[in-house]
Every structure is written in structure tokens, then in C-alpha cells.
């Protein structure tokens, strides 16, 4: 067993919704380390069960510069004090890494770093002044962390060519056995589908860049369909307008964030899964969403995008279908190809995808870049 038994897990986010944390905590949880998330009240404080600790900062400031600070300063004080010599330091992307770095030598313990996105190339912060500041912290910060993962290989690559230094990937999939972590009863209500009709589905932030927009502006050519549209962001309210411009407000149902026991429930239930983000630079367009491995392990079809990662997957595994251009009419066409297969057209093929892409395997990569990280 390791020598360290204690994590500080750090989060800017209210851990609620963030499967990819509570993945690697109930791993390492289970494994004998001794697990404290600390996140924020960002977005609320929706209860949680969990077995291991947790604590949310409660923030004053929601808004990102501010939050940020506040959250990085309140993060430090805290795992200064929280930490001794059989502590072990998990930041995840860049926005927490500061402080976690900053102990790590202060207190001389490990850090391990987990960058889920390339937090510098979002396009929520393209060419404005705080990508500098992102930039600088990442040129200074990313060469020194010896114990380093992200989600994909083409962020893998990006880090090593940038920065030379290249994280192992451990992809953001599903456990294998999904179904002991469903809710047995589901607690959401669904929009009335009495005349059968088929499920298109979105899950994941509304943020730019999403392709939301564009499933909106698709929906009003395809006949017989709902599209579900389940998590939140900034860009919300402006695609609930976008809905009733385009009269489809009676086909596009905004769910809001769901807790991923139930979010298990409903994913089957679709006919068919949205992937569409677009180009909004390197973040994006290296991206490997969680969501992907979502719809696989719930054996429903994909739409994606051409994204290189996306793209991969699902014609690899030969599981869906991609879009060449973001037009309402490439989508729709798609979209109603996809309908017209099937869901059990594409099942053999999701039953094998899901076997190849879970948690489980991916635990065994995670185990031992922190057993590396106890020696």
C-alpha cells in the first residue's frame, strides 16, 4: 500500500456534477487513500453522498476573475494547514493547480496534476487579456509537474510539444458495470412523448462552441422528434430564446443539471447521442468528452463532429455517424440516417465499444501514477 494515505482533491466546480472526480476519488477511495474534495458553492450546493470527505467554499464573488482569486487564495490557506508529510496533492486543470504547486513545495509532498481540458485555449478566453495570464501560468507551471494526466491524446500531445512534457491519458469513460450506479427510482420528470416520438440527446454544459445551436436550428427539419438538452451554462437562456424565434419550443425541453445516478436512468432512453462541438480552438479541438463514453456505455448511436478525437471513435468503432459541417441541413440529413438505422442496427457494435472504453481499465493507470507519486 502507499506510503501516503491522505488526498487533497481540489476543484473549482460544486463536485456535484463532475463525474470525472468522483471517478478517481471512489477509486482511490477504495484503494485506502483517505479522500477530502474541496470545491465551491459555483452553480449552488446540491447535496451530496459520498463516502469519503467533502468541503465547498463558500464564495462571494460568482463572477470568473474574482471567483478565481478568491477560491485560489481560500485554496491555499487551506491545503497549508490540511497537509502533512503523508499528504498527496490532486489539482484539477490549471485554475487550481497554483496553490497546489505552491504547497507542494512548501510542504516538500507530492503533487499530482489533472488537466481535463487545455485550460488556456477555451474560447471563452480567446484573445482576451486573461489568456495571457493563463498562458504564463501554464508555460511556468506545466514543466515542473512530474505526475501528470489528462483525457485524451491529442491533448497529450499538445502538452509534450509545448511543453515537453508529456501526461499518460486516462480517458473520462464510464464503469464498466454502470448499472450499480443508477438510482433505482428516477426522480425527474420527463416531457410527454405520446406519440413515440424519437429522443435526440444533449448532455453536458451550455456553453459556446457546442454545437447547441445548431441541434436547435436542426430540429425544425426533422419530423417526429424531440431534442433533450440536459445540463447548464451561461448560454442557456440565450438558446431558450433561440428556441422560440425559431418556434421549435415545443420540441427543445431544457432539463437543467441532473445528478449523474439519475442523468444513468435517461441516457438509454434517447434514440440517438449529440456530439457537436465545434472548432473553438485546441481545447476543443483535442477534446474527448465525457459524454461520448456516455451515450456508448448506454448503447445508444452517436452523432459527432469532425474533430479529430471525436471523429475516431465513433468511426473506429463504427457507431454512429459524423457531420462534415455544422449547417442545420447536415445535421438533420444525419440525424434522420442515424433514425432511419436504428438503435439495435448499432447495439453489437456499442456492446463491444463499451467493453473497450471503461473505468476500469483506466483505474489501473490511475493507481500507479499515485503509487509513483508515494515513493
Known sequence: MAQHKKVLVSVINNISTDQRVEKVCNSLFKNGYEILIIGTNYNGMPPLNR????QRFKLIFQKKFLLFAEFNCKLFVKLLFQSDKNTLLLANDLDTLLPNYLVSKIKK?????????????????QGRFAQKVWRKLEKYLIPRVKHFYTVSEGYADFFEKKYGNRPLVIKNVPLLNIASCKEKKRTIDLPEN?????????????????????????INFIENAQLWIIGNGPLKKDYEK???????????YFFGEIPPKQLRQITPMA????????????????????????????????LGTYLPEIKNIINENQIGEVISDHSAFEISEKIKFLISKG?????????????????????????????????
Not at 114 to 123: G, Q, T
Not at 281 to 299: E, M, V
Open 109 to 125: 509532498i507530492p503533487l499530482v496534476f489533472d488537466s481535463h481540458e487545455i485550460y488556456s485555449e477555451l474560447p471563452s478566453i
Open 51 to 54: 463516502p469519503y470527505f467533502t
Open 271 to 302: 434514440d440517438l447521442g449529440l456530439s457537436l462541438e465545434e472548432d473553438g480552438g485546441l481545447s476543443y479541438r483535442y477534446a474527448l468528452p465525457n459524454k461520448l463514453f456516455d451515450y456508448i456505455h448506454a448503447k445508444i448511436p452517436i
Open 343 to 375: 438503435k439495435k442496427y448499432y447495439l453489437t457494435n456499442l456492446e463491444k465499444t463499451s467493453v473497450k472504453y471503461n473505468w476500469e481499465a483506466q483505474e489501473i493507470i490511475l493507481l500507479n501514477i499515485f503509487h509513483q507519486a508515494s515513493k
Open 194 to 218: 405520446t406519440q413515440n416520438k424519437k429522443i435526440l440527446l444533449y448532455q453536458g454544459a451550455i456553453n459556446s462552441c457546442r454545437g447547441i445551436d445548431k441541434m436547435i436550428e436542426a
Open 242 to 252: 433561440l428556441c422560440i424565434k425559431l418556434q421549435v419550443e415545443n420540441k427543445v
